[in-house]
Structure formats: C-alpha cells, structure tokens
C-alpha cells in the first residue's frame, strides 16, 4: 500500500491526514493555524503534523510518498508557491519548498477547491465519473474542475474561477469588481443578502418569527421559512435556485461532464434543493438530458475532502 | 512528410485539401455539398474529392494517414457520428465509417467550430500558446476549447457550447430555448439585431444613410455608422462590445488559457473591434492581467482554418 499526506491549510486550522492509496483517511489530527505567524513557522507546524501523524499510524515519514496541501488564495501549483492568499496575507509564499524543507517529502500545493475536487472525484460523490466539476457555495463560489480523472486549473493554475463568471449583466456588485457574478447570486452570502432584503420588505414573514434578529439571518433561515410554508421563504428559495440553475447549467454546457457536485453548507437541504435544481438544470442543458447526461449531486465526503483531494493530488503530480 | 486529408462540410460546399503535418494546405478545392442527397452520395462525394486531391498533388492515396471532417451539428467524435444536424437533415449518420468505405483510410469526424479552434491553434493566430479557446462570432456564437494542444470537447462531444452560456439572465430568447445566451448577444445575427432596433428608435441616425433597407442591415452596418460618427450607430458598437466583453471574460475566467481568439466576419474590423473589447475583458480578468496574461487575438487563417484544423485532428485522433 501506497501513502500519501493530505493538508488542508485553514485560516483558523491546519488539518492533515495520511491518506492511502485508494484514498481512505488512516488518521487525522489539527492544530492551530496561528495565522500572525510568519510563513516559515506555519509550514513547520504543517511538516510536523504530518510528521507526529505518520509515527501515530506506524508508517514512518520514509512510507509516505508526498504531501500534497489545500490551500485558499491564488496558487501556482507547478511552482508550489501561494501568489496571494488575502486571509493570511501572503505573498509568493514557496510553501511547498518550505514544508519540504522541514518534512523531506516531496509537497504539492493547489488551491483548496481544486482539493476538494479532486477529493470527491477520487473518493467521493463524483467517484464513478471520469470528468466533474465542483461547485462549493460557502462565502464566495469557489469550483474545481476535473477531467478524465485530472485537475484542470488553467494556466499558472489562475483558471477554474467559476464564481467570478456573469450570468447577469450588470446585476449584484461582485467582491471581484465585476457586477453580476455567478458568486454574487450563489454563494451563502449571496442567500443570506436575499434573505434579509425579502424580510426588510415583508415584515409580516414568518421569516421574522424563525429569526427575529436579522444579523442572525443564515444560509439555512430562508429554507426554513420555506418549509414552515412561508411565501416570502418560498419566494426567496425559488429565486436563489433559479440563480444556481443558470451557472450549473452554464457549466455543464461548457465542459458537459459526466456529474457537477455541490459542496457547502448549503447542500445539507439535500432533495430540498437539488430536485427543483435539477428540473431547472435539466431545461437549460444544450440538446437536452439524454445525450450526453449530467448528473447533479451533493458532495459526500464533507470537510474531509480538501484532505484526501490534496493527498491525492501529491500522489499525480509525484507521479508516485 | 506526413500528409492529412482536411474535409470541411458545409450546407453549400464540401471543401476539402491536402495538408502536411505542419499544417500546410498543398492543394485544395471544393464540390457542390447538394444537401437534398442521401448521405451516402455526400459521403462518397467527400471520399471522391480526397482521392481526386491526393491525385492532382502526385501523392497517392496511400501516402494520406487519415482524413478529417469538420461538421455542423452534435458530433459523437469518439465514435464519427453525426448524432443531429439541422441543415443537412441528418440524424445519428455514421459518417465516419461512411467516407472510410469509399476513401480507404481512418476518418475522424469532429464540430466545424471545434475543427477551426484547432486549425487556429495548430499553424494560426495561437500558434505560439498551449491552450487557447477560439469564439466564432456568426449566425451563432460556436467555439472551441484546446487544452495544452488538445481538443476538448466534453462528455460525448456535447461540451464547448460557449454561445450557450447565459450572461443576461432573463434576457433575449436564444435559439435553444434559454434567456440571456451568450450567442443572442454577440452574434452577427444579435448585433444586426441591436443595429436594426437601434435604427428603429432613431430614424436620424445616419445609419438610414448607410443602410437606407433596414432589411440589408448586416454586421458591418453598425461599425460603418460609428465610424461615421453617428452617436446611434456609437452607441450600438460600444453595447456590443461590451456583450462580447462579458462572455469573453467569463471564458477567460473559467479556462485561463494563454489566447482567446477571435473568428468571424465581425473581425474584419480588426483594431476598432480589439482595442476596446482588450480594455474591457482587461478589467473583468480575476486577479488582473499580469498573472498569467491572456491575449487576445482575431482569427489568422480565414476559411482554410476548419480544412487545417480537421486534418491536424486527424492527425492527433490516428496518432498517426
């Protein structure tokens, strides 16, 4: 059996697992990120998670082939190093030398929804299909895209930024700059904007009684709302999946593959949202659902797929 | 040398020629397509016209590896089929297999637009890049994807559809059904679209002047009244580059290729046409334009660009 080190480097946790083969999680373990820290002392807590967690499984560091890492910000994952990273306020960061340099394995580094691609392509929902991209709708709109079993990241890996895409000509600001970006429907945030604007204009919503305090509005308070028959809700969760719909459908015209998986915390309505989503998908695919279909599901591996995606990334590009 | 047959089948002609493996033309022609026929009379046709080529160029039919077949329609590229075409009438055509019986020699069978990108990329505007997406700016927006010198074409060839991809959520009626596709905006038949209702709503415009029948509106109407300096005609250009701006930047985003290049009539205005679309795709591109660039360019090889790039396709699909 082959192993491989996974990290899932967080602003608040760095997470990590040896991860074999076929891409079950042995162990895992996490410890503060420590973010203030200079860079250098990061990547050497990084090296010696990996190092503490291959003695606890009895592998020892010399069995593990590589170390790949998932990482927010924009990576160049040829040349491991993270070009900016905005939470942690780095800039061409050689992380992948620097964790090497304390852990002796060869690392990789890609950014951290490229992992999670990877992780439920390999191992995960989307584990059956060759080519599937991953849609994750937390705070932004982030996405992988994988292609007969490999990440496709663009070139200098600055691609695959599916959330920065319009699908409304000058509509909602985008973080980005650009108006009416994909994330700037889509994305938690997004729905939780939407919730509170159709609360500020009803105050007669149930919405009020589910969450009378509108800074505790959430991704799930609209859901809610909708379940307990409230039309405001109702109204609010048939727009936001109408959003969704157009950049899925958008996606799957692009790259028409065999699945698009949604990841994110909005996903735990599970056939609340993904059977209206489907049937609106399914209206918007090019020449229609049954050629060439695209199957629509929900990421299964939860926070443990940047884990295995990022391992199983160090074990392609180790080519090892 | 190495020599290709490059077939390109139109609803008028069939144009087909000799190419070497740099993706020179050696000789070239063409034969009426005569639509109304079954397909096999169309396919032998094709064989015909390879066989007669390979003759006049005094190279003999055995010395031609494989032929390819740039197409309309859905294409199964995997298996040479033509699964639809409207203008040909043609369903599930196993046109492939077809043109081999009578040519003798592999055939590989892909979308006319894929066939072109590839051209474009081979020996055209983006010989120099690995990666490059080509947008055919006609009747529709058709487009193909060349990843590190390879055709992409998604799940059983029904990816690439670029033109359908909503930038306008709720926007003009596309052809496929959708609202707000890429291809009702930046089309020749959208900005003669845009430039007739321009027209309409202001009957000073000197775009009477140009184009006294609004029937003989055509893609050049628009540019030739803004370079006249009609603030109508003006305004019509600018809204169009600023459509095209926004699918563009979407593919930019999504593939960061080195060149995005550009075909179609509409290019004919060079300069006038790329700098402005340059500046606003500019300001659209996630992260900036100084990490890993991406040019833009018109088409270099005109209609000869689905002939090369069929032949180059045959090439790389008989790893021949």
């Known amino acids: 059996m082959k192993y491989y080190a996974g990290i899932d480097l967080g602003g608040t946790f760095i997470k990590a697992g040896i991860v074999d083969e076929s891409g079950n999680i042995l162990i895992k373990d996490q410890v503060p990120t420590g973010r ?14 990996v190092l503490d967690l291959a003695g606890r499984a009895d592998i020892g ?18 040349r491991g190093v993270i070009m900016y990273n905005n939470n942690l306020g780095w800039n061409k960061v050689p992380l992948a030398a620097e964790v090497r340099q304390y852990a002796g394995i060869p690392v990789f580094v890609t950014n951290d929804a490229n992992a999670a691609a990877v992780g439920e392509s390999f191992a995960g929902a989307a584990k ?5 991209v991953f849609i994750t709708l937390g705070t932004g709109v982030g996405g992988g895209i994988v292609l007969d079993g490999k990440l496709f990241e663009g070139n200098r890996s600055a691609g695959a930024e599916i959330g920065h895409t319009v699908i409304r000509m000058g509509g909602e600001k985008c973080t980005c700059g650009r108006r009416g970006c994909f994330e700037a429907y889509a994305s938690a945030t997004a729905l939780i904007r939407q919730t509170k604007r159709a609360m500020e204009k009803d105050k007669e919503s149930a919405l009020w009684r589910i969450c009378p305090n509108i800074d505790d509005v959430n991704g799930k308070t609209a859901f809610d709302g909708a379940a307990a028959g409230d039309r405001t809700a109702q109204k609010v969760v048939k727009n936001y999946i109408g ?5 899925v459908a958008n996606l799957a015209n692009i790259f028409r593959p065999n699945a698009i998986v949604l990841g994110g915390g909005v996903c735990a309505q599970g056939d609340t949202l993904l059977v209206p989503l489907r049937r609106a998908v399914s209206r918007k695919l090019y020449g229609g659902t049954k ?4 199957e629509l599901l929900t990421a299964s591996l939860g926070n443990d797929a940047g884990l295995i995606g990022a391992a199983r990334f160090a ?6």
């Open 291 to 294: 050629y060439a279909p695209v």
């Open 61 to 78: 560091i010399e069995n593990i082939r590589a170390a790949g890492i998932g990482s927010p910000g924009i990576i160049d994952s040829a």
């Open 36 to 49: 203030e820290r200079p860079y250098g002392e990061i990547a050497k807590d990084m090296a010696k998670l």
């Open 128 to 132: 059956k299909y060759p080519s599937s």
């Open 243 to 247: 959003y969704l719909a157009e950049g």
């Open 315 to 320: 074990q392609q590009q180790s080519g090892n």
